[in-house]
């Protein structure tokens, strides 16, 4: 027996489509601070003079506003929907965090663009690369995160160390705000910070 409404499994079917997608369609970008705050743990009392450079890294894009694209807002098949931004560069945020964690240390503290071959205690951080996600799925935001640098120690003009500092994290949110993604990005650099701080005041702090 034929159908009184041949359309509608094709009218139920566009409603459905449209249903799973609706919270995708209106996704704007979404700005987030990038500030920092040491972390709680105590890495002794150093003194003497370190100098910080940071090398050149991949170029961060902006958008015709000149705001920083730091991430990606995607629905659940990963399809890009928006951006999040930031004012200020991934690379400057990294460096000023180095610095204060330093100067909380103790030592004296600072930034040159290159470092001068006969310097003493020297810090030279490169090939920074950040990147945070944001899935969104009709009941559920999925945040994913990773940041990596290497890092360069020199000792009165030699190279001692090289290393790579890591961190990576996921969440499942029922629905991150800016609020949580500000709070992701901190925690994944103090996270960096306690990796980096100890190797340096292993090799700099008695020298």
Known sequence: MKSRYPLLPAILFLCLVSLTTLSGCATVDQKIALNYSPTERSFGRHDGEVLVSRAGSAPSKRNSRGEWIIGSINNVHGVHLADILADRSLGEWVTDALLLELKHAGYSVTYAATLPPDA??????????????????????VTKQELKFNV??????AKVKTFTVASRDSKTLLSASREDLDKIMLQSLQDAMLQVIPEITALTGSK
């Open 120 to 141: 003493s205690r020297g810090i030279s951080i490169s090939d920074i690369a950040i990147s945070l996600n944001l899935n969104k799925d009709t009941i559920k935001d």
């Open 152 to 157: 360069d120690l020199f000792l009165k003009g």
